[in-house]
């Protein structure tokens, strides 16, 4: 365990050693985005081909193509893909569409953070030192470090605490000034306006999902620097449009070893899914919720979500305290691992002390970025293929309980090695 955690747990342990009473909600207002100004139009990511992967070439290349075919130009994406986003009407659409300069054309769409928060009023225990946390505020931190039930009460980090890594979290923004984060949180982009930001978080999500990877109490890589990228609204909701400019701006800058917590879910967008290969070709690894279900709750194949059915991305479905997979949680072939997803106790956003519990796959998905950022402080040379074959070769097999067809029934494992495979590599 490193000096700065050390400093950070021995200073927790004398003032007490426990958590405040833990409460939520929302802390600060974001601004919406910027309003169209056609009532008619809808907005389309168009997606080119034949252009060099810079910034003024797209920008010049969107220019020309809205000066010949009309609508109105909003951003361009460069480093992830080569795309710009515009409103169009049905006409003009079709115009693009006889362009053999345009590869593809995607209607604007939402997408949703994959949890849910409530308050909890409660102490957390102590803290201990030497790679042990005794009573850990989260279930979920108490299961990933132990291959069976039941708990016994301590999380282990014998493989440490995932320091030189930088988790990018895209989502509500997250309150940087927690004190689970003890200056390892930064604003680092705000996709909505896009501008330097993402250091507030008006909704919660972020902060809880930021907590849960990376929280000095409540987190799996305790010593992992935190980026925020906001690219979901106070409502938790994101556009196609946003989340791209997020993606884009990651793969642009992110430097060294890097893990991508997406905690959200949606209908199918190719785009989106290319943006993110493209991520991963240049190094970047990133984890992806399974997602909540359909309308009435109950659990579907992931493959039919997006970012969940991406080929490169690590896809999280959630457990309950019993290993049971909940209802409401997806499943299938594009699941890689399971994680607690339940319940789990983490950072809110009311306060810079202020818990919650979140559940959904957003939960399950934030450990297992966690449990990432820890491998890969470990092998900082690993690929993000072979960061998730080290993850699913260490992960316990047959512990969930209905994981659902088709799914792998691999539950994440972050303890003591206990002669598993874990390099990653062939």
Request: charged share 20%.
């Amino acid at each position: 365990m490193n000096n700065a955690l050390a400093r950070a747990l021995t200073a927790a342990a004398a003032a007490g050693a426990a958590l405040p009473l833990l409460t939520a909600g929302p802390a600060a207002s974001a601004a919406p985005p910027a309003a169209r100004t056609s009532s008619t139009a809808g907005v389309y990511i168009i997606e080119v081909n034949g252009t060099e992967a810079t910034e003024d070439a797209v920008t010049r290349r969107a220019r020309e193509m809205t000066a010949a075919h009309g609508g109105e130009l909003w951003r361009v994406y460069h480093s992830a893909s080569q795309a710009f986003s515009v409103t169009l009407t049905d006409t003009q659409k079709a115009s693009y569409y006889k362009d053999p300069r345009v590869d593809s054309i995607t209607s604007d769409r939402v997408y949703r953070v994959a949890g849910t928060q409530r308050p909890v009023r409660e102490a957390a225990a102590t803290t201990g030192l030497g790679g042990i946390q005794l009573s850990p505020p989260s279930w979920g931190l108490d299961r990933v470090d132990q291959r069976d039930l039941p708990l016994d009460g301590i999380h282990r980090m014998p493989h440490g605490i995932g320091a030189g890594v930088d988790v990018y979290v895209v989502d509500t923004g997250v309150r940087v000034g927690h004190r689970e984060f003890t200056g390892r949180a930064h604003g680092a982009y705000d996709a909505i306006e896009q501008r330097p930001g993402g250091n507030l978080d008006c909704n919660g999500h972020g902060t809880a999902s930021a907590a849960t990877a990376a929280g000095l109490w409540t987190g799996v890589a305790k010593g992992a620097q935190i980026q925020s990228v906001r690219a979901f609204g106070c409502d938790g909701t994101g556009t196609l449009e946003h989340i791209m400019s997020a993606v884009d701006w990651i793969t642009a800058h992110a430097d060294g070893p890097s893990v991508v917590n997406l905690g959200f879910s949606g209908e199918p967008g190719s785009v989106l899914d290319l943006q993110l290969y493209q991520m991963t070709q240049k190094g970047i690894a990133y984890t992806a919720a399974a997602g909540n279900g359909d309308e009435s709750g109950t659990g579907i194949e992931s493959c039919e979500t997006t970012p969940a059915r991406q080929t490169t991305a690590i896809t999280v479905a959630a457990t309950g305290r019993d290993d049971r997979r909940p209802a409401w949680s997806n499943y299938g072939y594009c699941v890689h691992l399971f994680a607690p997803g339940t319940d789990i106790t983490t950072a809110g956003a009311r306060s810079d002390g202020s818990y919650v519990r979140l559940t959904g796959t957003s939960a399950a998905t934030a450990e297992v970025t966690g449990a990432a950022a820890v491998r890969l402080a470990r092998d900082p040379g690993m690929t993000p293929v072979e960061l998730d074959r080290a993850l699913t070769a260490a992960a316990s097999e047959g512990r969930v309980r209905d994981a659902g067809p088709d799914s792998r029934n691999l539950l994440v494992y972050t303890g003591p090695s206990d002669g598993t495979r874990e390099s990653g590599r062939p």
